[in-house]
């Protein structure tokens, strides 16, 4: 189990202390607003009202004491920026933040920041994949160039030598989704390919770039 201390609960920090609390681990929260805290107070209840642009405030909570300290605070770029400076002066042993911008989160890594996350620039690029090939149903990056699609099938086929491991560079099959199977409620498996059956509604998981599992789509679909 480990001690995190979320700061800022818009519904990214309240969906991401959920998550953590669910997950054993000891989290405390903290934002200046108390119609915020009052959000989430009933389910974790251990929360602090602070004003975090007050060095004096974050310097009473023992900062050290956390394993991580996530700062979410995307749109108050400036409180954001001065709350990570003085959790690093603080002693902290980690410390994430959340960006709107590209350039942001540059400068927050610069002044201290161990991670940095722009949910809304990585939802806008993983929703133009799917946008650009109706064929992918979702895709998500999992580094600059390379992810993760999920491709639904939609004739009956059989996956042979058109569908090997790896169908080009940077392209691998890396499971299935089957629905309406025996001892099978969808969930992805990872799946040996040959002579394996996909019929419609079915989904396909290819990792690679984009590009590349579009045109290997074209080949085989």
């Known amino acids: 189990m480990a001690a995190f201390f979320v700061i ?10 959920r998550e953590l609390h669910e997950r054993g681990h000891k989290v405390k929260l903290g934002d200046i607003s108390q ?3 009052n959000r989430i107070c009933h389910e974790i209840p251990d929360v602090v009202r602070l004003d975090t642009t007050e060095r004096d405030a974050l310097g009473e909570l023992d900062v050290p004491q956390f394993d991580h300290i996530i700062v979410c605070m995307g749109h ?12 690093k002066d603080l002693g902290a042993k980690g410390i994430t933040n959340v960006a709107t911008t590209a350039v942001r989160a540059e400068i927050l890594r610069k002044i201290g920041a161990d991670r940095v996350v722009t949910p809304g620039l990585e939802l806008a690029r993983n929703l133009a994949v799917a946008l650009d090939d109706k064929r992918i149903d979702a895709f998500t990056y999992v580094d600059s160039e390379l992810g993760i699609a999920e491709i639904a099938v939609g004739k009956p086929i059989t996956l042979g030598d058109n569908w090997r491991s790896h169908l080009g560079k940077d392209c691998v099959v890396v499971g299935a989704r089957r629905k309406n199977r025996e001892g099978n409620d969808g969930a992805v498996e990872m799946i040996a ?6 019929e419609v ?9 984009p590009t590349i599992i579009s045109q290997q789509l074209d080949r085989v679909l």
């Open 8 to 17: 800022g609960l818009n519904a990214l920090g309240r969906k991401l202390a």
């Open 35 to 37: 119609d915020r805290i």
């Open 76 to 87: 108050r770029f400036e409180v954001a920026e001065r709350t990570t400076l003085a959790l």
């Open 193 to 198: 390919l040959a002579g394996v059956s996909m």
């Open 201 to 209: 509604g079915d989904h396909l998981l290819v990792y690679g770039k």
